[in-house]
């Protein structure tokens, strides 16, 4: 399978799970005010952290079917004991900090942590799917617990009228939640029945999470912690216009991150030498075409703000200002799979997304005094850019390939997609025929 073609094919189920997060940024930015929508914002970043912390528990779960031959039912049910308490804590937390706060607010955290007690089971979920090489019921669990948050929060606000970034946050926790009862219904709890509970079992998922779970959790606070730095600054407005040039910018990742998907497996699999070749192919990829999209979305950025965005003064400029450093550090999804699959060292990206995020909140905390919501964004374009390219410069010199290697498209790129044209060609035929 060409890289070209394995990219398209990951990017469809990548593209389903973004066509829904932009439908649910676009209608709760249209419908709430625009403080509402930055509260709004932060609740679902606390959502989008514990997400990224306990996603490892996914990773771990599959681990257990795929690797260690255990039944689908055994994982979930050791799996599940594990994400359950955690989601008890969470909820737990959303009490906690509920306490402190009254009126709509204390709603706000009550939802939050509702939100990501459910985030934790759906992960152990995903991973009993993952394990069991049961690919459409994995995306599934990725795509249906927003798509039922996102007609939640269309029920809440055009059904019952309610337009708070408290209900809109309850919403979203409801659909969650819905998803994962289907989810469990359709075959999700398949040999939950006789399933025993092993210490050593729900302790090695426990250990796996943990670990993954760090890394994971450092790189998403890498890309989103500067928002509560605009939140000190600017307030929820500024919250508000940043997120959204966040979200625009960092959705051109899902291209990125199809490429480098589509070859995992033979990253993995290929001696050291191949593995880095290959890794710097895909990266040649990455650069052309992030470097496309990202002019496309520079040229168009005062034209989306206007017509999509109106309410939401400087998103325009704060997109450009961090559209660089998305592109440069889109080059980060490859770079950590050669480590993780290849050389066996997850650490290294943990390494990489901690050094952006200690100069992002640097930067931030200089930059947004002074420069507002563009500060921030240049922030993180500095950030990503000096992290990734010191990443490169280690990854580089370590394999004996030369900048030419990482940013040069040539030949092989260039036959790549003859290959997928002719793929086109021949499966439209077959169609025809």
């Not at 970034?165 to 998803?179: D, H, I, M, T, V």
């Not at 507002?372 to 280690?394: M, N, P």
């Amino acid at each position: 399978m060409s890289i070209a073609f394995g990219g398209i094919v990951a990017l469809f189920f990548r593209g389903l799970n973004l066509v829904v997060a932009l439908g649910l940024v676009a209608l709760c930015s249209y419908e709430l005010e625009k403080g509402d929508y930055g509260r709004f914002v932060l609740g679902l970043t606390f959502v989008g952290i514990v997400n990224a912390a306990t996603g490892g528990l996914t990773a771990a779960t599959a681990y257990q079917v795929a690797n260690r031959r255990r039944r689908p039912g055994e994982a979930l049910a050791n799996g599940g004991v594990l994400g359950g308490g955690l989601g008890l804590l969470a909820i737990g937390g959303g009490l906690v900090a509920g306490s402190w706060f009254a009126g709509e607010a204390r709603q706000e955290a009550l939802a939050v942590g509702a939100a990501c007690a459910a985030v934790v089971v759906n992960s152990v979920v995903a991973g009993v799917f993952l394990g069991r090489e049961a690919f459409v019921r994995y995306n599934l669990a990725l795509v249906f617990p927003p798509l039922f948050a996102l007609a939640a929060i269309a029920a809440a606000f055009f059904v019952f009228g309610e337009r708070t970034p408290s209900a809109a946050l309850w919403a979203y926790a409801s659909g969650w939640w819905a998803a994962i009862a289907v989810l469990l219904l359709s075959g999700g709890a398949s040999g939950l029945r006789g399933a025993r509970l092993e210490a050593a079992m729900a302790a090695a998922i426990g250990r796996f999470a943990l670990l993954a779970g760090v890394a994971s959790g450092i790189s998403y606070l890498n890309y989103r912690a500067d928002l509560f730095v605009v939140r000190h600054f600017e307030g929820e407005e500024g919250v508000a216009v940043y997120s959204l040039a966040v979200y625009l910018a960092e959705s051109v990742w899902q291209v990125s991150g199809s490429l480098a998907l589509a070859t995992y497996a033979r990253v993995g699999s290929l001696s050291r030498p191949e593995a880095a070749a290959l890794t710097a192919r895909v990266m040649r990829h990455t650069v052309v075409l992030l470097g496309v999209i990202c002019g496309g979305l520079f040229a168009a950025s005062w034209t989306i703000e206007a017509v999509v965005f109106p309410k939401y003064d400087g998103m325009a400029s704060a997109l450009r200002f961090i559209l660089p450093g998305v592109l440069l550090y889109g080059l980060a999804q490859s770079f950590s799979g050669f480590y993780t699959y290849q050389r066996g060292l997850p650490w290294v990206s943990a390494v990489v997304a901690g050094a952006g995020l200690a100069l992002d909140m640097a930067f931030a905390f200089m930059l947004v005094p002074r420069m507002g919501v563009d500060g921030a964004a240049l922030a993180s374009a500095l950030a990503y850019s000096l992290a990734i390219l010191g990443g490169l410069a280690v990854f580089m010199r370590q394999e004996g390939i030369g900048p030419a290697g990482v940013f040069g498209f040539g030949r092989a790129e260039l036959d790549d997609y003859r290959a997928l044209f002719s793929r086109i060609r021949g499966g439209l035929a077959r169609a025809q025929g």
